[in-house]
């Protein structure tokens, strides 16, 4: 990862094989407030993201505040992508199997049923 | 005479009352399988890890890469706890998968009930001219504004078309109580009504109790109606709020309030404050006076951004700053009040440690996904529009109305409960597929609101890093985190706000988000 600041902008490169297109989105979706951020896919497999503060410029102090949140947040986002996708099926499961009977809730029970006192629903 | 067991070490086939050594158990060392799960930083020592089904592990930060990257052996303390609470597994699919499954199931288990709470606006006439007020309001004696008859009747048809067993009806306005004749027709018609229908029905009025009258009062403990009302904190800062011009509006609800609690018992009054800019500089006093009150709890809410509100200055993400200080600041008192031998709680903490601390679902709107908005609440106007929640009908006072769903009088059930209004506004009202909120580990404890996203955002996904709803969310769930991972003592209070009979602020209301009364 290289990080740059140019005309207050901080520019980042990062490779691909690293940091997926999805990790970055999610990632800097969270600097939007701050920062309009683009992202653009470049050749042998880098991205170029772009930070530009919206309301005020960066001061110095404040740039190596910034590259460490990114570096944080990047590593997070990595491991949250790798949860993602590894357990997307048990995730699909278990909400298939969550609501598998959703619509039986009205059902009777199989078979006769019958009380002791004689106290028929129907 | 020995052989080699699984792990390779030395196994003695001479029958042993001893028990074999643990690593004979293991398989492979640091193999498992995630399951799904979420994380957050709660300070710079603490992260928590939140599984789908809510249950969570506060723990050293950098754990959750740790167990990404394989990193958690057989042997670490912590690896049991994440066996047995549902972040990893030993298998691909776990032995507990249908539990777990039920468990998600009762989390969402509002959803069977689907629209129980059913808001009547009874009139926009109003006696106060409050400052944060979100609804437009009448002079009392522009009774064309009082909801029609007919718009009763065929309101409360299209309730019991419902398939809520239980079902909440609440009167506000203005201040409904100046349509009090038409409040009676309601109550006694759903009474008859439900002789049939044999639903389990609460009534909630909503009043600021300024012309409250022991009849009324007489009738409402013949009805079991709930009285639910507002009070902003001492006298100066809830007349600053809540003018009611001539008269002291303090003096006035204090009466009410003891007049209330001597008919119709402690439980059945409640109150609620909204934080305006001035009530933040008083969060101590506020806790005070509900105390002195003798109120139990007291909902902490800040503005919202919808109507009259939205004109004011407290409208804006600066104010937002300053109400999560007030938050916690107020918090924190009501713990040190509690630790004193009072019993008194916060509303909203509660709501969201219901969702941390059991495994139930809550019925508060607001932090319900599938949204509450159709799913839980729907609002039925003066004029007879129908409306998926209450912000949806202060957007209409304000011209806009996209979220009006139809008209009792010319629209079917499936039409306003189904159509393709609701079908547009369900595209988009579940957290679990919304930018930002898909991976955030609060997911389990928050809830779409597309009203909102659309009010403040011009679009009903919204843009999390710029809500309001959003912050306030993270911050508070962050601080209840943080106040549980620093104290027993604390988490052990919070425990018995969610686990004891205290009934919440507003018995039978589930969202709490719309105008004071």
Redesign the interface.
């Known amino acids: 990862m290289e990080f740059a600041f140019s005309e207050d902008c901080l520019l980042l490169k990062a490779q691909l094989s690293i940091y997926s297109v999805d990790v970055l989105h999610?990632c800097f979706?969270?600097?939007?407030?701050e920062f309009a951020v683009d992202i653009e896919v470049q050749a042998d497999d880098m991205v170029l993201v772009r930070l530009c503060p919206k309301n005020k410029d960066l001061t110095s102090d404040e740039h190596g505040a910034l590259v460490n949140r990114i570096k944080t947040d990047l590593?997070?986002?990595k491991?949250?992508d790798?949860?993602?996708k590894?357990?997307r099926n048990?995730?699909d499961?278990?909400?298939a199997?969550?609501?598998?009977h959703?619509d039986q809730?009205d059902s009777k029970p199989a078979g006769n049923v019958s009380d002791p006192l004689g106290y028929d629903p129907e | 005479m020995t052989h080699c067991g699984p792990s390779g070490s030395e196994v003695s086939s001479i029958r042993s009352r001893k028990f074999r050594p643990i690593n004979d158990f293991q398989t492979d060392i640091n193999f498992y399988h995630l399951l799904p799960f979420r994380f957050h930083k709660i300070t710079d020592q603490t992260e928590v890890l939140i599984n789908e089904i809510g249950d969570f592990l506060l723990c050293d930060i950098g754990t959750a890469r740790r167990i990404v990257n394989r990193e958690v052996s057989y042997s670490d303390r912590i690896y049991a706890d994440l066996i047995s609470q549902f972040f990893i597994s030993e298998k691909p699919i776990p032995d507990l998968i249908d539990l777990m499954a039920t468990r998600y199931r009762t989390k969402k288990a509002f959803l069977d009930e689907f629209t129980s709470l059913h808001i009547f606006v009874m009139t926009l006439r109003c006696n106060h001219k409050c400052r944060y007020c979100q609804v437009s309001r009448v002079a009392e004696n522009c009774s064309d504004f009082d909801m029609s008859l007919s718009n009763i009747d065929k309101s409360v048809e299209l309730m019991f078309m419902s398939p809520s067993k239980n079902l909440t009806v609440e009167f506000q306005g203005g201040e409904p109580l100046l349509a009090y004749d038409k409040i009676k027709y309601a109550v006694e018609m759903i009474t008859r009504l439900n002789e049939i229908h044999k639903r389990r029905v609460t009534f909630v009025l909503c009043t600021n109790l300024s012309i409250m009258s022991e009849d009324m009062l007489d009738f409402c403990k013949k009805f079991g109606v709930i009285i639910s009302t507002s009070l902003d904190g001492p006298e100066y800062l809830h007349n600053s709020n809540r003018p009611m011009l001539p008269g002291n509006g303090f003096r006035l609800i204090k009466d009410n309030i003891r007049l209330c609690q001597e008919i119709l018992g402690g439980d059945s009054v409640s109150a609620l404050m909204t934080t305006s800019e001035l009530s933040l500089k008083y969060p101590r006093e506020i806790v005070d006076e509900y105390i002195a009150q003798g109120f139990t709890s007291v909902f902490l809410r800040p503005i919202n951004p919808y109507g009259l509100a939205k004109k004011h200055r407290d409208y804006d993400l600066d104010y937002l700053e300053q109400f999560l200080s007030f938050y916690k600041t107020a918090l924190l008192y009501i713990i040190e009040v509690n630790k004193q031998g009072i019993t008194f709680i916060e509303d909203y903490a509660s709501i969201i440690l219901s969702k941390m601390l059991t495994p139930f679902a809550i019925g508060f709107t607001d932090l319900q996904s599938p949204s509450g908005v159709i799913n839980s609440v729907v609002v039925y106007n003066y004029d007879g529009a129908v409306y998926a929640s209450d912000e949806s009908r202060m957007l209409a006072e304000e011209g806009d109305y996209t979220f009006r769903l139809g008209h009792v009088s010319s629209d079917e059930y499936q039409h306003i409960f189904y159509g393709p209004k609701a079908q547009w506004i369900s595209q988009h009202w579940a957290n679990e597929a919304l930018p930002g909120c898909s991976e955030c580990a609060f997911l389990p404890f928050c809830g779409a609101d597309p009203v909102r996203n659309y009010a403040t955002h011009g679009d009903i996904v919204g843009h999390r890093p710029t809500s309001g709803f959003c912050k306030k969310n993270i911050e508070i769930i962050r601080f209840l985190f943080q106040l549980i991972s620093e104290s027993n003592e604390t988490e052990m209070l919070f425990r018995s706000w969610v686990n004891n009979t205290h009934s919440p602020a507003q018995p039978g209301r589930v969202s709490l988000d719309f105008p004071p009364c």
């Open positions: 999610k979706y969270w600097y939007t407030a590593i997070d986002f491991a949250r790798i949860i993602t590894e357990t048990i995730r499961l278990l909400v199997k969550a609501f598998a959703s809730f």
